[in-house]
């Protein structure tokens, strides 16, 4: 088990690059470049050696240009990118991204679709058992009301390596809890799919959020897949909307409970993420 101390979750963009649909000028301080030179110093002073990079455009260019820079930036350990899981020729991409040793995960930008059972679509499902059959990873990026699509999903491929990012965006700010949690418990007892503990305070009031805001969500997640199968992620820069990454990173430390031994704690801040994603 690595004991290098990982980031499970960071986005790098340079916005004149044109592929990345959501972010405009109306997101405000994020509309700029994002590039590991910004990112060094919050590691350092968190103790974090290394990161997954993960897309934030549905395009196979925006992949090609993180694992360009992956290849150049030794914090980087590995890059979840995107590939159509609805296309024909999904295998033949998939294989060849697969010659990239950081290329370690794929994420369909599933909150963003206009179907909310899109990755139930007969053509995905043959790519998904693709993905299944080479027990690769793979990001499920949603909102509470697609879980019961991802839990069909889950019956279908029962050993599916997955990890759900950002707790599924529960609805924090509204402290909504139901059918949330019922759902990702059911998720849970699938015991290849982890969670991310990341991106939450996107999910609270942005300028008036507390800790005990996040602590409901914290615990569920903790309580129903274990330390053993939960990761930090900082969802930098996108986190900054609501609290800078030493904050994040403090914040989730604080929250985790007490009785949690250090190889757990481990666990969580690298050694889980090391082990799903398969870090060489």
Not at 20 to 34: A, E, N, Q
Not at 165 to 177: E, Q
Not at 249 to 266: R, S
């Amino acid at each position: 088990m690595s004991q290098v101390r990982i980031d499970a979750h960071q986005h790098y963009w340079k916005v004149n690059r044109g592929d990345y649909g959501w972010l405009t000028p109306d997101s405000g301080s994020i509309y700029r470049d994002f590039l590991p030179e910004d990112l060094h110093p919050h590691l350092n002073r968190c103790g974090i050696s290394q990161t997954i990079v993960v897309q934030a455009a549905p395009t196979v260019a925006e992949t090609e240009f993180l694992l360009e820079l992956a290849n150049e930036e030794p914090t980087v350990a590995g890059v979840v990118g995107w590939l159509d899981l609805s296309a024909d020729d999904f295998p033949a991409q998939f294989e060849r991204l697969q010659l990239q040793p950081k290329f370690v995960g794929i994420r369909p930008m599933l909150q963003d679709l206009p179907e909310d059972d899109w990755i139930l679509q007969e053509p995905v499902i043959n790519n998904v058992a693709l993905l299944n059959e080479q027990d690769f990873p793979i990001d499920i990026l949603v909102f509470p009301r697609h879980l019961p699509y991802i839990v069909q999903l889950l019956e279908r491929f029962p050993t599916l390596r997955a990890t759900i990012d950002h707790l599924a965006k529960p609805y924090i700010k509204d402290r909504v809890v139901e059918p949330w949690s019922a759902l990702m418990t059911q998720i849970a007892a699938f015991p290849s799919v982890m969670c991310k503990l990341s991106g939450m305070v996107t999910e609270a009031d942005h300028q008036h959020w507390k800790p005990s805001d996040l602590r409901p969500y914290v615990e569920h997640v903790l309580n129903v897949f274990g330390p053993n199968r939960v990761m930090f992620g900082s969802d930098y820069p996108v986190c900054t909307l609501a609290a800078d990454y030493e904050t994040v990173y403090q914040t989730l430390v604080d929250l985790l409970p007490n009785e949690l031994t250090g190889p757990q704690l481990e666990r969580i801040f690298g050694g889980n993420a090391a082990e799903f994603y398969r870090l060489r």
